[in-house]
């Protein structure tokens, strides 16, 4: 697999790359892609990182598993590749931004733009058998992601975690609260009450300013 990753990622993760978990993480991932169809493709494992360097990550959105549908995962929480009608959570997304910023909602759901801007689309799981949701779940990935958002609250300031939904809140527990902006929200997903009316994207570009550092397009 041609893994991509950001040179500020890898070094920032050398240490939790030569784990003996994540040794054992790397070994079923290579042999499941080898005899299982799975998601995202090889080469987009990483792509949140490849796309939100370490120095410009700037805002963090917390999701559990990659799409399971074919041409659906692309590596980025909540985002889906271009051409790919938009899942319910991300439409609900989409809906909030526009009450609450105004923009119009975007025909794609390719959330790549956003990630460009440092905005890092991270899911607990970075892949998952077809047809199969969270059949990657405790294999490793979870405690990489713990080591990535611990990095980030402990040598990082002024980022801001959208934690969205109850697994996201466990997750972004370790947290540090005293550097850095956390806004809690129901989960998108039209199952669950209460994500649309949150404010989050307004509320996370205020942050921002505030720190003096550039607002996010949604």
């Given at each position: 697999m041609d893994v991509k990753i950001a040179d500020s990622w890898k070094e920032k993760l050398q240490e939790e790359f030569e784990k003996s978990y994540f040794k054992d993480l790397v070994a079923f991932v290579k042999d499941e892609y080898l005899s299982q169809t799975v998601y995202p493709p090889g080469n987009q494992i990483f792509n949140a990182f490849d796309k939100s360097p370490f120095d410009r990550t700037r805002v963090v959105i917390i999701g559990q598993d990659p799409y399971h549908g074919a041409g659906q995962a692309n590596g980025l929480c909540f985002s889906v590749s271009d051409g790919v009608r938009i899942p319910p959570s991300l439409r609900n997304i989409f809906k909030e931004i526009n009450q609450d910023l105004g923009k119009d909602i975007p025909k794609s759901g390719n959330l790549e733009r956003w990630a460009e801007q440092g905005v890092l689309l991270l899911n607990a799981t970075l892949t998952v058998r077809a047809k199969t949701a969270g059949s990657h779940q405790n294999k490793g990935w979870e405690q990489f992601t713990d080591a990535v958002i611990k990095a980030i609250s402990d040598e990082k300031e002024n980022v801001v975690f959208l934690l969205w939904g109850r697994y996201a809140r466990d997750k972004g527990k370790v947290v540090d609260r005293n550097k850095h902006c956390?806004?809690?929200?129901?989960?998108?997903?039209?199952?669950?009450?209460?994500?649309?009316?949150?404010?989050?994207?307004?509320?996370?570009?205020?942050?921002?300013?505030?720190?003096?550092?550039?607002?996010i397009d949604w």
């Open positions: 956390v806004l809690e929200a129901p989960h998108p997903s039209p199952m669950a009450k209460g994500f649309v009316g949150c404010r989050h994207f307004s509320r996370a570009n205020e942050f921002l300013k505030s720190k003096g550092l550039a607002e």
